[in-house]
């Protein structure tokens, strides 16, 4: 199955640079083996009006319960908001039209 997945990033207040750079790096590394899992597809920057950016993904997983135990264990979870939108084939679509 595959998912579009937007993540709109929080820092906690008066969390310290350090961690915040620390757990950037983690989740760098995370989303490589993402990748390399074949569970991370692409991943886009969506900015959002100000200041704000949003990250949205295209994610493969056997299940939506498999997508949010391998969101789940992201290094920032627990600073994200998560949208979950699960995908389905048109039968319009160019990729798989007959030619």
Known sequence: ????????FEVPAGTPDAEVEQRQ????????????GGHL?????????GNGTTAIGLYR??????????????PLADWLRVTVIPLSAHPNDPATAPR
């Open 61 to 74: 997983a056997r299940s939506e319960a498999e997508l949010h135990d391998l969101l789940g264990t992201l």
């Open 41 to 49: 597809v692409r991943l886009w920057r969506r900015s959002l009006g």
């Open 1 to 8: 199955m595959e998912f579009l997945v937007e993540f709109e």
């Open 25 to 36: 790096r983690a989740e760098s590394a995370a989303a490589a083996e993402l990748a390399e």
